[in-house]
């Protein structure tokens, strides 16, 4: 089992910036590719980002690619999601996963585990 909780989320205007973080704890968190996931009122949960369990591969949304950084601490076991430049429709609730990064160009990653989610609110 690996257990992830998520915070950092919050009210922000447009154009500007986040930084949300996954704290994970249980089994090896080294193991496991991380992702975030966002899921807004009324819609599907979509990917968002995700990262290689050595920090090496990397998979973005189109929507948020050149504005959201995934990154990892291996001696924190966090998984961080900064955000920037950010617009209304950002708003959703984000999630933390742990799993497996897929060949899927829709949705390039599988999770096992899941947070609680964070949410995220951007105001225009």
């Known amino acids: 089992q690996v257990q992830l909780v998520e915070s950092g989320g919050g009210l922000v205007q447009a154009g500007g910036s986040l930084r949300l973080s996954c704290a994970a704890s249980?089994?090896?968190?080294?193991?496991?590719?991380m992702g975030w996931f966002r899921q807004a009122p009324g819609k599907e949960r979509e990917f968002v980002a995700a990262i290689g369990w050595s920090g090496g591969i990397l998979r973005y949304a189109d929507s948020v690619k050149g504005r959201f950084t995934i990154s990892r601490d291996y001696a924190k076991n966090t998984v961080y999601l900064q955000m920037t430049s950010l617009k209304p429709e950002d708003t959703a609730v984000y999630y933390c996963?742990?799993?497996?990064?897929?060949?899927?160009?829709?949705?390039?990653?599988?999770?096992?585990?899941w947070g609680q989610g964070t949410q995220v609110t951007v105001s225009s």
């Open positions: 249980g089994r090896t968190f080294s193991g496991y590719d």
């Open positions: 996963a742990a799993g497996y990064i897929v060949v899927d160009t829709t949705t390039p990653f599988m999770g096992n585990y």
